[in-house]
Every structure is written in C-alpha cells, then in structure tokens.
C-alpha cells in the first residue's frame, strides 16, 4: 500500500503517518530527508528521534530517495518517508537536471515497491502567493509533486488539527 499523507505545519501529518507504521505490524524503516544545518533544525530531529519508538530503523537522505526506497523496501516492511518538501528543498539546491532525474526516479520507482510505503509531505498552495522567484518555484514543484504522487498512491489523507480527512 502507498500512502501520501499531507498537511500544513503543525497538523499533525507526521503523528499520524507514525501512527500507521506502528499498527501496520511490519518492521519500520524511517526515513529522514532533513539535514541538520542550523541549531534549530538539529534540535528539530533530535525531538523527532525522541519520538519514534526505539526499534525502528533509521536511514537520512536528503537527495537519492528512490534509491535508498528501492534498497530498504520488501513485503514485511514499512517505509516512512518525511518528509517529501524538505527533499523537495534539498533538491531545489543542486544542479536541475538532478532535480528532475530525482523526482522521475521517484515516478518509476515507487508502484513497484513491496510493502508499506508512507509518504509525508507539507501541503504549502493554500497561503498567498509567495513575492520571490525561489518560493514560487518550491510552491509550485510541491503542488506538481503532490498529484503526481497522489496518483501514484492507493490512499491520500489530509490531516488538518490532527483529524485525518480520506481524499482517496
């Protein structure tokens, strides 16, 4: 089963992807797409990794997903990605033909892979238009992303106050 799990900031996307893994009933594999750049975000993880229960493995990528989705991915597994707009950013940084070489990847990889896969990511169109070219083009690669993936996935929830809202 895929599932992409949206939201805004502080909705409660990641509990609620967290709270699937665990009732699953398969190993979990928790993957981070956050690098540590400033003191704020290192304290950000650290809370996050405080949080997941202790038997589940954790693998950070901030680029190569589909890869390392092809490597953990099987039967018995579920894979928790978060988040899909923080590697969305990373790749907003590098060279963009690897932006799109990534994103096609992650197209052609994920309906094959065995297992659960979650997939989290911000929901970000809803606010003004941003007034610089770099957020515009984050607003709309992630809207892009969101519906590619959306058709990609067996189910996509919305989670909005902590309610999760079944779109498909």
Not at 142 to 147: E, M, N, V
Request: net charge negative; with cysteine; proline share 4%.
């Amino acid at each position: 089963m895929k599932s992409l799990i949206l939201g805004g900031a502080r909705s409660g996307k990641s509990r609620h992807a967290e709270q699937l893994a665990a009732a699953s009933g398969r190993d979990v594999v928790y993957l981070a797409t956050a690098e540590a750049a400033d003191a704020e975000m290192t304290a950000r993880i650290a809370h996050h990794r405080a949080q997941r229960p202790a038997g589940w493995a954790l693998v950070e990528e901030p680029l190569a997903l589909a890869r390392v989705l092809g490597q953990q991915a099987a039967a018995e597994r579920c894979l928790l990605v978060d988040c899909l707009t923080l590697w969305l950013s990373n790749l907003l940084a590098v060279e963009p033909s690897r932006m799109q070489q990534e994103l096609d990847a992650l197209y052609e990889t994920l309906p094959g892979l065995p297992g659960d896969v979650l997939l989290v990511s911000n929901e970000v169109g809803w606010g003004i238009v941003p007034d610089n070219a770099l957020a515009r083009r984050f607003r709309d690669e992630a809207g892009r992303l969101h519906q590619r993936l959306a058709g990609l996935c067996d189910h996509v929830t919305l989670v909005a106050a902590g309610l999760p809202l079944a779109l498909k």
